[in-house]
């Protein structure tokens, strides 16, 4: 089974919008969209929803003001800060069960903590494993391992040998998530000096995890300078810039009429995204 | 006032708001930027701070004497994370997960563990102009940003105007980012994947109850879904900047539109002014 995952460091620098032309591409694949907390690769793959199951992870401590005596000693020992006159609040407990345990009263239980939902949606291109992390919720890296891992169960099951995964931005924990054990990574940049300090970051993140990586210089031709730099870093680095595509309204259009850009237009840019898949196809068949 | 710039979906343009308001509010009180996004902070790349001084984030995880310690498991049974465990003879530690509450050293009945900090990251504090900047960052392969945002948001002043330069998504380092800000500002893109995720931005600020508005960045272009959906809301667009190649040129090379288009910093004067209104009514006449 392999494994892609698109990710980018910085946001908004164009994964879902390649993601879903691969989805358009790729013959046999599930889809798999990693970005729990802003997902996006729905809006463009039309999804029936078949399956829909409600994610519970971790707890968050509970105070009854009952039994609680408000002697503080809870909000004494709280690392998180999350207790303040004897009351939890959610959105800070990391669920330690700490307080809990040394309460004098017993008055606080650890509840199991709804973070969210994940789906299985059947597209035209395939099955795609999406979610929904709950607003404001942690644990973004455990809803993503169950993402992957239900797409690969879905592979499995299927006789499917791929998996294309849309990453969420950033280097963190849901980053670390999508990308651990992965076969491929696509870094997704743009020529700007954000993008390329991001690039740098998320790279090693890359290296760190042993996950070897493709780089695809997006709007390349806002800058040239800095498409430039990027290339010369990515020979520095041994790292292969599998497609440089230009700047093109169309990839904001198709966006707007719902549809992977490869079947909205046949443009430079459509081109230069079907080659990049090429790439990446014969990168997995080493 | 602490003033938050959030978003949802990346790339909409949260660092270049964040630092051309900051540059525009010149000469008009104290200013502090405190980048947030710590996975991938970028406001340096804009302001170019002298950076005067930094400090390690540091995650007091577990130390266990083994001398000390009778392999009883009670450190083991009380972990949430399985930072620590015992097998036989042996007590393991793992570090990585750790989030550091101390349960287990308070809890261990022989006293046998203390806490050594672990690196998770650095925060850094310097100046840029009469700007005061700090951000911090997260180290390569570390999974947990929360750490490193609260000890950036441990420098910031008692006073004056405090802007935070918040990570994108809705999950908890966007929670911890912008948790007692009196304004967060959204910014987003007239797109559909721009509304969706503001969207989520908009129910997060809610279940937070911190007041937001909205900049729409890259405007013209696109349908007017993200009007509609503000205007059904009740959520005020507060700046309109246009799709313009120029801004984006601009962007790429770090510059900000109150330095690289100075017609811009009126703009930004005018949006402190509302936001600054918005907080100072619900101040007279709380919601809750």
């Known amino acids: 089974m392999k494994e892609v995952v698109v990710l980018s460091g910085k946001g908004g620098t164009g994964k879902t919008s390649i993601v879903g032309s691969f989805a358009a591409l790729a013959k046999n694949k599930v889809l798999a969209d990693c970005d729990v907390d802003a997902a996006d690769l729905h809006l463009l793959l039309n999804p029936e929803l078949k399956d829909e199951h409600d994610f519970w992870s971790g707890e968050v401590a509970v105070i009854d003001p009952e039994k609680c005596t408000q002697c503080g000693l809870c909000q004494e020992i709280c690392r998180f800060s999350a207790i303040d006159n004897y009351t939890v609040d959610a959105s800070s407990c990391e669920g330690c069960g700490f307080c809990s345990r040394i309460c004098p009263p017993e008055a606080i239980t650890m509840k199991e903590r709804y973070s969210g939902q994940w789906f299985i949606s059947a597209t035209r291109y395939g099955p795609l494993v999406h979610a929904r992390l709950g607003i404001g919720q942690e644990n973004s890296g455990k809803l ?26 950033g280097i963190g924990c849901p980053v670390i998530s999508s990308l651990s054990g992965a076969s491929l990574a696509l870094l997704v ?13 998320v790279l090693g993140v890359c290296r760190h995890f042993s996950v070897p990586a493709l780089v695809c210089v997006n709007k390349s031709d806002i800058n040239e300078e800095n498409t430039h730099h990027i290339e010369k870093y990515c020979l520095e680095q041994g790292t292969e810039i599998a497609a440089r595509i230009p700047f093109d309204n169309t990839v904001t259009e ?20 079907e080659k990049l898949w090429e790439k990446i196809t014969g990168t997995l068949a080493g | 006032m602490i003033l938050s710039v959030a978003s949802g979906k990346g790339g909409t343009g949260k660092t270049l708001i964040a630092t051309s308001l900051a540059l525009s509010l010149k000469g008009r009180g104290k200013v502090q930027l405190l980048d947030c996004d710590v996975e991938e902070p970028n406001a340096h790349i804009f302001l170019k701070p002298v950076i005067s001084g930094s400090e390690e984030v540091l995650i007091p995880v577990p130390h266990v004497d083994e001398n000390t310690c009778t392999r009883c498991g009670k450190c083991a049974e009380v972990c949430a994370y399985h930072a620590i465990a015992v097998f036989g003879e042996y007590v393991l530690t793992f570090p990585e997960l750790c989030h550091g509450c101390g349960a287990c050293s308070y809890l261990c009945p022989e006293k046998a563990i203390s806490e050594e900090g672990r690196e998770s990251g650095i925060v850094e504090w310097g100046h840029s102009d009469t700007i005061e900047f ?15 945002i609260r000890k950036v948001k441990e420098l910031a002043h008692d006073n004056g105007t405090i802007i935070i330069d918040a990570p994108p998504g809705t999950s908890c380092p966007v929670v911890e980012s912008v948790r007692g800000s009196d304004f967060c500002l959204l910014v987003t893109e007239p797109t559909p994947f721009g509304l969706n995720d503001l969207e989520l931005a908009v129910e997060t600020m809610k279940e937070l109850d911190i007041p937001c508005g909205i900049v729409l960045n890259r405007a013209g272009f696109s349908d007017d879904k993200v009007e509609a959906y503000c205007r059904k809301e009740n959520i005020p667009i507060l700046l309109t900047i246009p799709l313009d190649t120029e801004i ?13 288009l100075p017609e811009w910093r009126e703009g930004f004067v005018e949006l402190y002014g509302k936001i600054w209104e918005i907080v100072d009514e619900r101040s007279r006449c709380p919601q809750r």
């Open chain 2, 248 to 260: 984006a040129r601009l962007y790429s090379r770090g510059v900000t539109l109150a330095e690289g």
């Open chain 1, 144 to 169: 993503v391992a169950t993402v992957r891992q239900q797409a690969k169960q879905l592979a499995e099951t299927q006789g499917i040998d791929l998996i294309i995964s849309d990453g969420p931005p």
């Open chain 1, 189 to 201: 940049t743009e020529p700007t000096l954000s993008g390329i300090h991001d690039l740098e970051r």
């Open chain 2, 134 to 148: 700090a951000h911090g960052r997260l180290n390569i392969g570390e999974a947990m940003a929360p750490p490193v």
């Open chain 1, 254 to 273: 198709a966006m707007i009429h719902g549809k992977p850009i490869v079947e909205y237009s046949h443009n430079g840019v459509a081109h230069h995204i």
